[in-house]
């Protein structure tokens, strides 16, 4: 997929609550994440320097906002419940891991199985979207401005997952009930997923996720649907093959 | 997991600099594989002198006067440096198998650990900062090299079992996750007339690579082979005399950034190996494509 750009720092709010991981450790700032409370006055968090850090500001469960200024590793915002990060850089693999609620915000591009199990939330990718984007979502919203990798959607339950771009080979392979919105090409369908006709209920529905990702001019009629077509739910032995 | 990097410069200004900017991306993975570390260097070519790295677990005993038994056996001249477990010996590029032959003869015990014009290689059981500290490796220059921290899955953890695994003059390779089938790759490279130190996956991978630009291939084309030929999970990365390659299995679960700038193409299993390389904010940064072969020369 095409390159993008990391995105450049932003001036930092004042009043924010800074990290420096530069000067401190990540177990600190993850764990005076953890010690907040419901009614906390610190509601702004900046992240400086995390390097490709892993977990960084994994399982939050407060009504936050944190700004990670530069790119991370593995799981950043994992379990998420509540909270809105920003990442202003890209994300390794597993970015929104079993997210609950929230919003993840990734100006840069992710790798493998972003948003892989989430349960709810948004996970917005400004960049592309590596392989096994939303693999085995359960609720979650996914919108990737730009492209998806291979096997996204996999084992997919619930949730929907909107593509601007193009997806690649074996788009939502097994899939049980998750909606999949792509706007450019699929370069193949995985494993009982097909494409599905686009009726005004998810008409409305994706104009509402486009307005929730902050996606400005463009159309949900520009769109396709793809889904389930059921048929892998009982053990049917002409099916054996794609199981 | 195992940890994999590789720096190829495009910039001779970096060149003093290669073996320090390899090594702090080399450690910053280290939680990646605990059991060894190694680190393959191309340096500068010499007209006159092509290098065998060789090990031995006894260096003390097997590394005295071994220049002078090995440049009579040869019958031309040849210098050692050691360093630690390791030694570099220098000869006539023309007396390059000959001298290899004659080291194994004269020092059964010692193991190579690659040969060629400009390579050197070194690799031991540890930790990355340990082994890059033990060969003095943040000293060394050139102009690529390729490292590797290992997690063993497929055979021993031994100096043997660490990556770099080099089958050929001046070729080498590193591989994070493990190959299905290469017990059977393995028996027709025998057959083919290659010859194998371990049990490690790895090296038949980088055997199989050989043997292709043996049969005229070039690296690119050798690249191409492994999606077809090998089974299994890998990201490999290679380095040649004046070349560097990576590839992805066409599953790709294993980890894989790349980074280019006008000065050099840097390859890490994770961005963290990348944050310390200068420019890198401003650096085309990308996650390779599954089954697609990508390579650079000089």
Known sequence: MPATKLSKAAAHDPASRIFDLDVSSLRELNQALHNLTPGSNETAWEVLHPKGSHSVAVGV???????????????????????TITVHGSAGPGVGENMMSGSIIVKGDA????????????????????????????????????????????????????????????????????????????????ADCIAKEMRPEHLELLQGLLDRAGVTGVKPSEFKRYGSARTLYNFNIDNADAY | MCGIVGLFLKDKSLEPKLGAMLSEMLISLSDRGPDSAGIAI???????????????????????????????AIGAPVSIAVKSTHAVVRTAPAKIDEAREAIQALRPDIRIMGAGDVVEI???VGLPEAVVDRFDVRKMTG????????????????????????????QCLVH???????????????????????????EVAAAYLSSQMAHGKNLGEALEGTLSD??????FVVGTKNGFGVVRDPIACKPAVMAETDQYVAFGSE??????????DNARVWEPEPATVYFWEH
Not at chain 2, 180 to 200: A, D, Q, Y
Not at chain 2, 230 to 235: H, I, K
């Open chain 2, 271 to 280: 961005y963290r190996a990348l944050t310390k390389l200068p420019g890198i």
């Open chain 1, 111 to 190: 790798s493998q199985y972003a948003g892989a199990t989430g349960k709810g939330g948004l996970l917005v990718i400004e960049g592309n979207a590596s392989s096994r984007c939303g693999i085995s979502m359960k609720g979650i919203d996914i919108v990737v401005h730009g492209n998806i990798g291979h096997m996204s959607a996999f084992m997919a339950q619930s949730g929907n997952l909107v593509v601007l771009g193009d997806a690649g080979d074996a788009l939502g392979d097994s899939i049980y009930e998750a909606r999949l919105f792509v706007r450019g090409k699929v370069d193949s369908l995985g």
């Open chain 2, 176 to 202: 994070n996750g493990s190959l299905s089938n290469h017990n059977n790759v393995r028996r027709e490279l025998i057959r083919e007339g290659m010859k194998f130190e371990t049990e490690n996956d790895t």
């Open chain 2, 230 to 235: 090998l089974d299994g999970f890998f990201t």
């Open chain 1, 61 to 83: 469960d407060q009504p936050v906002s944190i700004d990670v200024r530069g790119s991370v590793g593995y799981y950043c915002g994992g379990m998420n419940s509540g909270s």
């Open chain 2, 143 to 170: 102009t690529h090299g390729i490292g590797h921290t290992r997690m063993a899955t497929e055979s021993a953890v031994t100096t043997m079992g660490a990556h770099p695994f080099s089958t050929g003059a001046d």
């Open chain 2, 42 to 72: 191309y340096g500068a070519p010499s007209k006159n002198e092509a290098k065998i790295t060789i090990q031995s677990a006894k260096p003390a005993r097997d590394f005295r006067d071994l220049d002078i038994e090995l440049a009579k």
């Open chain 2, 122 to 124: 070194y690799k031991e």
